[in-house]
């Protein structure tokens, strides 16, 4: 079977759109946790935006979509990488970590609550989207660790990160031409898919009308316009 047959162009395709998803969901939940000084670099050299960029184009997403021109304001400062880092940290406390009044949440259940009004707000471990988010990472072989101070299993970033994970496996199943390890990931991920269909797209547009300094109102903009193309082909 030559190269260049349908079959081969197929799996070409599909693995650069696995492997592209892995990258995005990656990335974004690096900004869902406490920026680091290396995030920080990746804004300030324009390596996050040229992954961004690449990865659209990858998935087949118009690479103007990703808005990277929003980030001009923090290329045309004089930031060093603790500068940025600090700025950085303060708009992600004003967002979500404020111990009084957070402009959003992480937590997929309580960011739920919040937004759909419910008069009985969900504990932050033992809720639904939690405990099935757990479930999800028992069946893929993973578990949450314990050496560190834990996070609930809905919080933004642990979801993004499984997401990349099971979008990892998948591109080595395909690689492999593994059939049966194909389906196992494809059922991983659509059994998971309900929790960021619920409020991915609502987290990330929170983001980017929260006017809460340069970086995270693009990352609100480009998560979005990624998810949405996203759960849409996932939908098809």
Same mark, same amino acid.
């Given at each position: 079977?030559?190269?260049d ?10 693995l650069?759109?696995a492997?592209g998803?892995?990258d ?15 995030l920080?670099?990746?804004v300030l050299?324009g390596?996050v935006?040229e ?6 184009a /990858?998935?087949?997403i ?9 980030l ?7 930031y ?9 940290r ?8 404020h111990?009084?009044e957070?402009?959003?949440?992480l937590?997929?259940m309580?960011f739920r609550?919040?937004?759909d009004?419910?008069e ?6 033992l809720?639904?989207?939690?405990l099935h988010?757990e479930q999800?990472?028992r ?6 660790? /314990?050496?560190k ?5 809905d ?8 997401m ?9 199943a ?8 194909q ?12 929790h ?6 609502d987290?990330?547009a ?7 300094g340069v970086v ?9 316009a990624?998810l949405?193309e996203y ?6």
């Amino acid at each position: 079977m030559s190269n260049d047959s349908p079959i081969s162009q197929t799996t070409s395709a599909e693995l650069a759109y696995a492997l592209g998803c892995a990258d995005f969901f990656q990335l974004m939940s690096m900004f869902c946790f406490n920026p680091t000084t290396e995030l920080a670099q990746g804004v300030l050299d324009g390596s996050v935006t040229e992954d961004v960029r690449a990865i659209f184009a /990858d998935v087949g997403i118009d690479p103007h979509k990703a808005a990277t021109e929003r980030l001009d304001g923090v290329y045309n400062e004089n930031y060093t990488d603790e500068n940025l880092r600090s700025m950085l940290r303060q708009d992600y406390t004003a967002l979500f970590t404020h111990p009084k009044e957070p402009l959003s949440s992480l937590y997929e259940m309580q960011f739920r609550d919040l937004r759909d009004h419910r008069e009985a707000p969900s504990t932050l471990f033992l809720n639904e989207a939690a405990l099935h988010a757990e479930q999800c990472f028992r069946a893929a072989g993973l578990a949450l660790s /314990d050496a560190k101070s834990r996070e609930p299993g809905d919080h933004m970033g642990i979801e993004l990160e499984f997401m990349a994970y099971l979008h990892t496996q998948l591109a080595a199943a395909l690689s492999e031409g593994d059939a049966a390890a194909q389906e196992r990931w494809e059922k991983a991920i659509s059994d998971f898919l309900p929790h960021l269909e619920s409020w991915g797209c609502d987290f990330f547009a929170g983001c980017e009308n929260s006017k809460q300094g340069v970086v995270y109102p693009w990352l609100g903009t480009a998560g979005r316009a990624f998810l949405e193309e996203y759960l849409a082909n996932s939908a098809s």
